[in-house]
């Protein structure tokens, strides 16, 4: 008896932990800007952006990170969100800086949002692609994820990949591997090209529009003070992974499922593949498109 009330009350306390490692946005995250526009809520789990006539929010992670995997369950501006964009990303400092970008860009009532990604390296970006989501996500929350190793940048929607940029130094593409990365998020109004180029503005009479943040999880080597910090166990080869059963992210790449699924997300969700425009780039598409 005394046991297995024991073992009850281990079992609660991991979970609490496990609760906390899901994150604080009062402990993990702060806001940079929108005087009051940006609010943690439910105490600590959650956080709301707003966007009024005025100005719009935004915050940022306490930690810079080099490598990691970050989550953030978001739901969007619901109803008529022309002209939002609310933004979710990893950025380094500077003007060679490093970038990792989910952005979504609001639309009219009934009108699909874009998911608009993007990947800066060396402060060079130009590597859009767009897709549409498979499901309303301004109703209910949905995790969207940064897996950041040093082979991989994966994005992914409710787990499933939608895009894998590869490490492809060897070939002369730089990869991001040496600036540490803050996370930040914002609501802003960017009617000026954001919804159908900028022909939908945004409409003032439904503001103040807000996108709420949860479940922001950050397990992830964390930069300071000129080290990286990394979780226990995290760089330990895929073998040795592999031998207790499980996978760090560190090693984490698309296994041949996870690559069918993303390759099934592309062919029907995606609406725009900068590896595809052959008119931007008159000199030819950019190196990594030819690579696998
Ligand atoms: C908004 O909806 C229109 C019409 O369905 C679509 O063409 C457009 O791509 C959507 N998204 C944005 C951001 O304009």
Known sequence: MRSSLAIAIAAVACLALAAE???????DTEMTWGGGRGKVVDGGRGLDLTLDRTSGSGFQSRSEYLFGKIDMQIKLVPGNSAGTVTTFYLSSQGSTH?????????????????LHTNVFTQGQGQREQQFRLWFDPTTSFHTYSIVWNPQHVIFAVDGTPIRDFKNHEARGVAFPKSQPMRLYASLWNADDWATQGGRVKADWSHAPFVASFRGFSADACVWANGRQQCPVGTMETAAVAGRRGGRSWWNQQLSDMSYRRMRWVQRKFMIYNYCTDAKRFPQGVPAECHLR
């Open 98 to 114: 490093d970038e990792i970008d989910f952005e979504f860009l609001g639309n009219e009532t009934g009108e699909p949002y874009t």
């Open 21 to 27: 490692a899901a994150g604080n946005f009062y402990q």
